[in-house]
């Protein structure tokens, strides 16, 4: 293992889905915590108004990756155009991640299907298999992976988005297993209900019926997750958080929810 300079200073940590939700919210509290942050989503707008916020707000440096996580070129362009010590990354936070429809399985709409099959899936092994060298070479590194409650347990209509969460599942634990030996630590964290742009992507777009999938109780928020991600890396070297469940108060597990009348 060799090691340079930038070791002994910064920290390095890399977000897919950063300019919403959890990703965001995951960047300002790593670059809150001395992190330069790399961040990365298709949208090329939001990701150069979060730049602009961790420079003024953190005096962070940061590396902004305009990219798609289903496609296998552009990540390997994204993360090959990486300067070589913005390849010392220190933590990889695969987020990207959603849900299309909320469909019984004979009415699925299959564009759907593929879109979170190709996200959920794929990207999260696309990301892995180009940054997992860079880790492996140093003999160091974090991969926490963004799985869901959705990983653990099916839910009506769940089916597909609940198939793509349970494969993170199983592929965090083969991850971890396959870089044990390489001293990479390997963590999933599995969120209950949370207010982002989630509901209104699964829902395409209907404000309506987005707004109500969190009435009568308080979700978790995107700052409560970027908490426990953060948490997750402070850990003492021989500690590694496995997996992480987290839920709102008012959520016993993914069907039971108590929701008070508004
Ligand atoms: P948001 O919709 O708020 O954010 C999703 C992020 O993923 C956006 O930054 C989006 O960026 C990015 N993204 C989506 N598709 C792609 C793609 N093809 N390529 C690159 N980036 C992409 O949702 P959340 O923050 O809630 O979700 C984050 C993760 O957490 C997901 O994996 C989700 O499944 C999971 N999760 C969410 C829960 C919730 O209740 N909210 C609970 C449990 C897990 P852009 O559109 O700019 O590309
Ligand atoms: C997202 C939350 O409610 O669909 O993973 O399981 S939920």
């Given at each position: 293992?060799?090691?340079?300079?930038?070791?002994?200073?910064?920290?390095?940590?890399?977000?897919?889905?950063?300019?919403?939700?959890?990703g965001?919210?995951?960047?300002?509290?790593?670059?809150?915590?001395?992190?330069?942050?790399?961040?990365?989503?298709?949208?090329?707008?939001?990701?150069?108004?979060?730049e602009?916020?961790?420079?003024?707000?953190?005096?962070?440096?940061?590396?902004?990756?305009?990219?798609?996580?289903?496609?296998?070129?552009?990540?390997?362009?994204?993360?090959?155009?990486?300067?070589?010590?913005?390849?010392?990354?220190?933590?990889?936070?695969?987020?990207?991640?959603?849900?299309a429809?909320?469909?019984?399985?004979?009415?699925?709409?299959?564009?759907?299907?593929?879109?979170?099959?190709?996200?959920?899936?794929?990207?999260?092994?696309?990301?892995?298999?180009?940054?997992?060298?860079?880790?492996?070479?140093r003999?160091?590194?974090?991969?926490?992976?963004?799985?869901?409650?959705?990983?653990?347990?099916?839910?009506?209509?769940?089916?597909?988005?609940?198939?793509?969460?349970?494969?993170?599942?199983?592929?965090?634990?083969?991850?971890?297993?396959?870089?044990?030996?390489?001293?990479?630590?390997?963590?999933?964290?599995?969120?209950?209900a949370?207010?982002?742009?989630?509901?209104?992507?699964?829902?395409?777009?209907?404000?309506?019926?987005?707004?109500?999938?969190?009435?009568?109780?308080?979700?978790?928020?995107?700052?409560?997750?970027?908490?426990?991600?953060?948490?997750?890396?402070?850990?003492?070297?021989h500690?590694?958080?496995?997996d992480?469940?987290?839920?709102?108060?008012?959520?016993?597990?993914?069907?039971?929810?108590?929701?008070?009348?508004?």
């Amino acid at each position: 293992m060799t090691s340079s300079p930038h070791d002994l200073l910064t920290r390095t940590v890399l977000i897919t889905g950063a300019t919403a939700g959890f990703g965001r919210a995951i960047a300002v509290k790593f670059a809150e915590n001395g992190y330069r942050c790399i961040i990365t989503g298709r949208r090329k707008d939001l990701l150069a108004e979060l730049e602009n916020e961790l420079r003024q707000t953190f005096n962070t440096e940061v590396l902004t990756l305009p990219f798609d996580v289903r496609r296998l070129a552009e990540v390997e362009k994204a993360i090959g155009s990486l300067p070589d010590d913005w390849k010392e990354i220190d933590v990889l936070v695969n987020n990207a991640g959603l849900a299309a429809g909320l469909n019984p399985i004979h009415e699925g709409v299959i564009d759907d299907w593929e879109r979170m099959i190709d996200t959920n899936v794929k990207g999260v092994l696309y990301m892995t298999r180009f940054v997992a060298p860079l880790m492996v070479a140093r003999g160091k590194g974090h991969i926490i992976n963004i799985g869901s409650i959705a990983g653990k347990e099916t839910y009506p209509n769940g089916n597909v988005y609940c198939g793509t969460k349970f494969a993170v599942d199983a592929i965090t634990k083969g991850t971890r297993i396959d870089l044990v030996s390489h001293g990479i630590k390997v963590t999933q964290i599995a969120p209950g209900a949370a207010d982002t742009e989630f509901s209104l992507v699964r829902f395409k777009g209907d404000q309506e019926r987005a707004s109500h999938v969190y009435d009568g109780f308080k979700p978790l928020t995107a700052e409560d997750v970027a908490q426990v991600t953060y948490w997750v890396t402070t850990m003492p070297d021989h500690v590694n958080i496995n997996d992480l469940v987290i839920m709102p108060t008012a959520q016993a597990n993914a069907t039971t929810i108590v929701r008070r009348e508004t």
